[in-house]
């Protein structure tokens, strides 16, 4: 122990005592705190490399979680735009009425003087339930008209923007028939 720990004063005789024992301990505490120091430094910088490592993957996962987000927000778009779209299908087929009946009403409601040489009816893209009726008879008269168009009232329908001409055997009438929701 003479080797490592040296006395830092030695005796010198007449003039001064050497040191204390206790001070002894002075380069043996200086060894502690020189290795301490050296395993303090590597501990920070394995902790610091370590740090470095978590935010490099930390950036990496946020960079991951974005672009997930990105799509699963593109996915959502989409979906609300197809269930706009559908929204809007399901509506104009809510709103369509079949037309069939409307055609037997009218064929069933012309008198033996009356025939019928046209019909047209046509529905509205946009609306669909307005429908343009456009019918042609010959024979019967205003008093055909009327006829068909209590028949057509019977099925919850009114006409508007109704036109009428009268010809010399046919009389020719169009209106737009829209269905009265109850």
Request: charged residues 25%.
């Amino acid at each position: 122990m003479s080797e490592v720990i040296h006395d830092l004063k030695t005796e010198r005789q007449n003039v001064s005592a050497g040191l204390p024992a206790g001070y002894k301990f002075v380069p043996i505490a200086f060894y502690i705190v020189s290795a301490a120091s050296l395993l303090l430094s590597l501990y920070f910088s394995l902790s610091k490399k370590a740090y470095e490592a978590s935010e490099a993957d930390l950036r990496f996962r946020a960079s991951n979680a974005k672009t997930e987000e990105m799509k699963l927000l593109t996915n959502q778009q989409s979906l609300v735009d197809e269930a706009k779209r559908a929204e809007v299908f399901a509506k104009w087929l809510e709103g369509s009425r079949p037309l069939q009946p409307v055609t037997v009403v009218i064929a069933r409601s012309m008198s033996k003087d009356s025939t019928i040489a046209g019909l047209s009816l046509n529905r509205n893209p946009e609306i669909p339930a307005h429908t343009f009726m456009q019918l042609k008879i010959d024979g019967g008269g205003s008093e055909q008209i009327e006829t068909t168009l209590d028949s057509i009232y019977a099925l919850d329908y009114q006409t508007y923007s109704a036109q009428q001409v009268k010809g010399r055997n046919s009389t020719d009438f169009q209106a737009t028939l829209i269905h009265k929701d109850n």
